[in-house]
């Protein structure tokens, strides 16, 4: 079965795969397909614009996955999706919020949760970076930090 990702490097070939590519009439190989000459991506409505908005805002919360849980919380969430000016409607929160509650079952089970975005495939996890692991790339992200600085000096 097709997937319409075929031939492409991630999908059906290993990421590291060096594909076969067809020579052009001027004896040329052809391109590799990339992420910007075959991007496919649509154009979002303002309201799609606004509900990826209100799901990436409520994923940045602490506890996110059991605070959608508690129909209190949800409660004024949804006075603050409502209230702003972005033209959102109890049907869009509503879809949200069941959204929200699938995403936090399968970061229950799996660690992971699709990253709000467009035709995008990116994935957060809060858990799958040991503390150890994230406090050396702290450390190295701040040593970084001090070396542009003294260089601006």
């Known amino acids: 079965m097709s997937t319409g990702r075929d031939g492409i490097l991630g999908f ?3 990421v590291d795969a060096i594909p076969p590519l067809p020579v052009n009439s001027d004896g040329f190989r052809e391109r590799c397909p990339n992420a910007i000459n075959d991007w496919d991506g649509r154009p979002l409505t303002l309201r799609e614009k606004a509900m990826m908005s209100m799901l990436a805002d ?7 996955q059991h605070k ?3 129909e209190e919380i949800v409660a004024k969430w949804r006075v603050e999706a409502v209230s702003e000016e972005r033209d959102f409607s109890g049907p869009m929160f509503e ?3 069941e959204e929200l509650r699938e995403n936090a ?7 992971i949760v699709p990253e709000i975005a467009a035709n995008a495939v990116v994935y957060r996890s809060d858990s799958l970076v040991s503390a150890e692991l994230r ?7 701040m040593s ?3 070396v542009i600085h003294v260089a601006r000096l």
Not at 58 to 64: A, E, F, L, N, R
Not at 105 to 111: A, F, I
């Open 68 to 70: 959608v849980h508690n």
């Open 144 to 146: 970084v930090g001090r």
């Open 135 to 141: 406090d050396e790339l702290k450390a190295a992200v």
């Open 105 to 111: 079952k399968m970061l229950k089970s799996t660690g």
């Open 58 to 64: 409520v994923m940045d919360k602490p506890d996110w």
């Open 12 to 14: 059906d070939q290993p």
């Open 95 to 97: 879809f949200c919020i």
